[in-house]
């Protein structure tokens, strides 16, 4: 024990010199049935491939979009997921053989929904693939009874593993897809407005995109489209994908002389997350918005994207970057390059600029329009708002984001987010002024899943996955896993905190007095008010996360991770816990 001690100095020093942004490990691991994090799990015999959600605006109803299937599960009390209503919508025979015939695998010729989105006070719609034929419905959400039945092209994929996006403002229906049956048509549309518009890849709007999300901004009276597509603007490299954001008013009704039943406000900008002199993280995974502050600037909503590399000798697998809305907003009112329409290539605007591009109302005005035609890709690319790359993962690939902002007992608002992996763990990670920091990773998918959805429910503090494996709920948090002060506080978790009147780890949520808690350091001699040795360590894993040759070392009640020194198979730095 006593020639440990100068070991354990210098590896305090490494850990301090050599701080967590670089060793993104999870503090604790919780595989499927660990007693600590018990998820809610609705799987039933019939009902596959459970992967579009909807959330009710009470948070009590989810709305499941499946393989044949709608249904609504009861999610109004923790731990209890119960199916509602469910309606059944299957191809009939003849498009199921029309589906094989044309090559389709069975398999694939089923009808998988991938719209699911509230229309109006009465109605839902809903589109699935519908044995590569896509179809659209009209849902009652008081007795959930389908009317209608019709042609769900240009708002849903033909292909199930397709990606796409949809989001319905004002009763009208905002959309990004593959729009036909060969895969090789893209568009961007609005179905059951005022004015129907559309915008494909002809006169190079777009080339070969995948699209992965969309929000709408009321302050702005934008729909904001967010995508990867193949570069044209840097033509040194031959298939180069590059990271997008794209942006349309609301308001537009097409061009009036030219550009009819066309976009007029279309407008795309580069997203970048990219360290300076790393390799990029050029291909956009899933991106989440996250409001400001009630009462705030709506210029600092931001948006937390997950972006991995085209190489994979980039410093890391994956990334996440996060971009302000004010900062959008000042690249797409900067200038713009030039499409050359014979070449499709871009290039430096000469002339002098006419318009605005992405102006809305710009309908009648058609000069402006000529010019918004080839120019309408902005030459600033919108760069991760404050400090660069919010954090950038080496061993792990996520696929899907979720986010929101929760307030710490000091009065301190910190984000989190939850990130999943592509092995199908949920990693809940804190974002603190020295870096992030993951709280746990939580298994909740035992196989990689091809399409699967993530979505925050904040009202009722879960988090729901939607996969082929059936629907998961994870609550955010279970502060009564930390059986003592120490270990409550040096998990650094906005939710948790030691109260000391029920001598438990509670929920922040659930409390209204002061809390022992220190998200930002993990301090336990000042949070807990008690004196621990400096150079002892308490071990801080849990579960099997526990790689040989890694280990946490928390010292003197902060807690930081560091390197472990591995000697003769055991490895050095797995100190005893607490008592
Ligand atoms: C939270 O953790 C405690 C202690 O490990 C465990 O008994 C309880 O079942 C857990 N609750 C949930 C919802 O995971
Ligand atoms: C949520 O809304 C549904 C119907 O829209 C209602 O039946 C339910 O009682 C509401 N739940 C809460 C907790 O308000
Ligand atoms: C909602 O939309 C459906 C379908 O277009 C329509 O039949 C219904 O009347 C609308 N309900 C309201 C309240 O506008
Ligand atoms: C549907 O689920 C099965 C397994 O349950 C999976 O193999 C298949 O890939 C899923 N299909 C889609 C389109 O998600
Ligand atoms: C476009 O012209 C029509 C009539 O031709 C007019 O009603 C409308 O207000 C004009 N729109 C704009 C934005 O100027």
Same mark, same amino acid.
């Given at each position: 024990?006593?020639?440990?001690?100068?070991?354990?100095?210098?590896?305090?020093? +490494?850990?301090?010199?050599?701080?967590?942004? +670089?060793?993104?490990?999870?503090?604790?691991?919780?595989?499927?049935?660990?007693?600590?994090?018990?998820?809610?799990?609705?799987?039933?015999?019939?009902?596959? =491939?459970?992967?579009?959600?909807?959330?009710?605006?009470?948070?009590?109803?989810?709305?499941?979009?499946?393989?044949?299937?709608?249904?609504?599960? =009861?999610?109004?009390?923790?731990?209890?997921?119960?199916?509602?209503?469910?309606?059944?919508?299957?191809?009939?025979?003849?498009?199921?053989?029309?589906?094989?015939?044309?090559?389709?695998?069975?398999?694939?010729?089923?009808?998988?929904?991938?719209?699911?989105?509230?229309?109006?006070?009465?109605?839902?719609?809903?589109?699935?693939?519908?044995?590569?034929?896509?179809?659209?419905?009209?849902? =009652?959400?008081?007795?959930?009874?389908?009317?209608?039945?019709?042609?769900?092209?240009?708002?849903?994929?033909?292909?199930?593993?397709?990606?796409?996006?949809?989001?319905?403002?004002?009763?009208?229906?905002?959309t990004g897809t593959v729009a036909n049956f060969m895969g090789d048509r893209h568009v961007v549309s609005r179905f059951m407005s005022h004015a129907d518009l559309r915008l494909d890849e002809s006169q190079g709007w777009l080339k070969d995109p995948t699209f992965v999300g969309s929000t709408f901004i009321p302050s702005e009276g934008k729909v904001y489209y967010f995508f990867r597509e193949t570069s044209m603007e840097y033509t040194f490299i031959n298939d180069y994908s590059i990271s997008r954001i794209a942006q349309v008013c609301t308001s537009d009704v097409g061009g009036k002389l030219i550009m009819q039943n066309q976009w007029t406000s279309f407008a795309k900008a580069q997203l970048r997350c990219q360290a300076d002199t790393e390799l990029p993280f050029n291909i956009i995974q899933d991106i989440v918005t996250l409001p400001p502050p009630e009462g705030d600037n709506p210029d600092d909503t931001l948006f937390y994207g997950v972006f991995s590399s085209q190489w994979s000798m980039a410093s890391g697998q994956s990334a996440v970057c996060s971009f302000r809305l004010g900062d959008i907003k000042k690249v797409f009112a900067g200038n713009y390059m030039k499409l050359n329409r014979n070449t499709l290539q871009w290039g430096p605007r000469h002339k002098e600029k006419v318009a605005?591009?992405?102006?809305?109302?710009?309908?009648?005005?058609?000069?402006?329009?000529?010019?918004?035609?080839?120019?309408?890709?902005?030459?600033?690319?919108?760069?991760?708002?404050?400090?660069?790359?919010?954090?950038?993962?080496?061993?792990?690939?996520?696929?899907?984001?979720?986010?929101?902002?929760?307030?710490?007992?000091?009065?301190?608002?910190?984000?989190?987010?939850?990130?999943?992996?592509?092995?199908?763990?949920?990693?809940?990670?804190?974002?603190?002024?020295?870096?992030?920091?993951?709280?746990?990773?939580?298994?909740?998918?035992?196989?990689?899943?091809s399409v699967k959805n993530l979505l925050l429910s904040i009202t009722k503090g879960v988090v729901f996955v939607g996969s082929s494996e059936g629907v998961f709920e994870v609550p955010v948090s279970n502060c009564s896993f930390y059986l003592n002060c120490a270990e409550c506080v040096l998990a650094q978790d906005p939710f948790c905190g030691w109260d000391p009147n029920r001598l438990s780890c509670v929920e922040l949520s659930t409390i209204s007095s002061d809390v022992a808690q220190d998200v930002e350091f993990g301090n336990v001699n000042k949070a807990c008010k008690i004196q621990t040795d400096p150079y002892i360590c308490i071990c801080s894993y849990h579960g099997p996360s526990r790689k040989p040759g890694i280990c946490a070392v928390e010292y003197g009640g902060e807690a930081s991770l560091s390197q472990g020194i591995q000697t003769g198979g055991a490895t050095l730095g797995v100190p005893k816990r607490q008592p």
């Open positions: 024990m006593t020639d440990w001690a100068p070991t354990w100095r210098v590896l305090v020093l +490494v850990g301090l010199l050599d701080t967590c942004q +670089v060793l993104l490990i999870p503090r604790t691991t919780f595989i499927t049935g660990s007693p600590g994090r018990s998820l809610t799990h609705f799987i039933s015999p019939g009902i596959e =491939n459970t992967t579009t959600l909807l959330l009710s605006n009470n948070g009590s109803t989810l709305y499941v979009g499946a393989r044949d299937a709608v249904f609504s599960l =009861n999610v109004g009390r923790p731990g209890i997921m119960e199916i509602r209503s469910k309606v059944d919508w299957s191809p009939a025979e003849k498009e199921l053989q029309d589906c094989t015939r044309k090559g389709k695998s069975e398999m694939d010729c089923h009808n998988f929904v991938r719209v699911l989105q509230f229309l109006n006070a009465t109605h839902m719609y809903a589109c699935g693939t519908f044995a590569f034929k896509p179809t659209c419905t009209y849902i =009652n959400r008081k007795d959930f009874s389908p009317t209608g039945q019709e042609v769900g092209q240009g708002r849903c994929p033909y292909d199930p593993y397709q990606r796409n996006t949809a989001i319905a403002v004002d009763g009208a229906l905002y605005n591009p992405g102006e809305c109302g710009l309908s009648n005005a058609t000069d402006k329009l000529w010019f918004v035609k080839e120019n309408f890709l902005a030459e600033g690319s919108v760069e991760p708002g404050d400090q660069g790359l919010t954090l950038v993962s080496p061993d792990q690939l996520y696929s899907r984001i979720a986010a929101q902002r929760t307030r710490a007992s000091s009065g301190k608002d910190f984000t989190v987010l939850f990130l999943l992996t592509e092995s199908g763990f949920l990693h809940k990670t804190v974002l603190l002024d020295k870096g992030p920091h993951i709280i746990e990773e939580i298994q909740v998918l035992k196989q990689p899943q």
